[in-house]
Antibody, heavy 121, light 113 residues
Framework: EVQLLESGGDLVQPGGSLRLSCAAS????????MSWVRQAPGKGLEWVSG????????YYADSVEGRFTISRDNSKRTLFLQMNSLRAEDTAVYYC??????????????WGQGTLVTVSS | DIVMTQSPDSLAVSLGERATINCKSS????????????LGWYQQRPGQPPKLLIY???TRESGVPDRFSGSGSGTDFTLTISSLQAEDVAVYYCQQYYSPPRTFGQGTKVEIK
């Protein structure tokens, strides 16, 4: 059974940094692309970032480009999201999700329960 | 970036009746070399993470009831719930995975009338 467990969410001041982790189990982690998706309180889903199974290809939403960095440690089956220069509008539940890929495109077939990031002074 | 627009924002349907949700992309998500539409549908029940229902616009994910179906191609897509059940109360999102950033629609809330 696929399991994704996010951690690292916290209350942080504007301009601060935070690192999220997503521990994966139940599948061959290094073979799958992964993504981060966030959801602000009472709002819809926003895709944030994704990377390939090797981590060699990375992608970002315009809203986080240059501030967030996605990475992974395949030996530890863990996905990361380093978030710098945080803003109030980054406040959200952050989900990690496993990609189901073919032909260069990936739907998201398994999701974690999410971790809450609050950016406030 | 590809903009995904869903309609309506919300709908109320009687139990056993049909629910139809539309999704329009600002550019085609049909990839010519694979002849596939890079479009997925997700269900998010209250307090839960999203769940994949449909991928490649019309392929049902394993375990998803057959009352859920997806259709459409290019820029216009539809998710249909043929006979609404109480457990289908949720927000439904479409997402394109044709090109990054892999944008979602704004969501459609489905309630019982």
């Amino acid at each position: 059974e696929v399991q994704l467990l996010e951690s690292g969410g916290d209350l942080v001041q504007p301009g601060g940094s935070l690192r999220l982790s997503c521990a994966a189990s139940g599948f061959t982690f290094s073979s799958y692309a992964m993504s981060w998706v966030r959801q602000a309180p009472g709002k819809g889903l926003e895709w944030v970032s994704g990377n390939s199974g090797t981590g060699g290809s990375t992608y970002y939403a315009d809203s986080v480009e240059g501030r967030f960095t996605i990475s992974r440690d395949n030996s530890k089956r863990t996905l990361f999201l380093q978030m710098n220069s945080l803003r109030a509008e980054d406040t959200a539940v952050y989900y990690c999700a496993k990609g189901s890929c073919s032909g260069g495109g990936c739907s998201l077939d398994s999701w974690g329960q999410g971790t809450l990031v609050t950016v406030s002074s | 970036d590809i903009v995904m627009t869903q309609s309506p924002d919300s709908l109320a349907v009687s139990l056993g009746e049909r629910a139809t949700i539309n999704c329009k992309s600002s550019q085609s998500v049909l990839y010519s070399s694979t002849n596939k539409n890079y479009l997925g549908w997700y269900q998010q029940r209250p307090g839960q993470p999203p769940k994949l229902l449909i991928y490649w616009a019309s392929t049902r994910e394993s375990g998803v009831p057959d009352r859920f179906s997806g259709s459409g191609s290019g820029t216009d897509f539809t998710l249909t719930i043929s006979s609404l059940q109480a457990e289908d109360v949720a927000v439904y999102y479409c997402q394109q995975y044709y090109s990054p950033p892999r944008t979602f629609g704004q969501g459609t809330k489905v309630e019982i009338k």
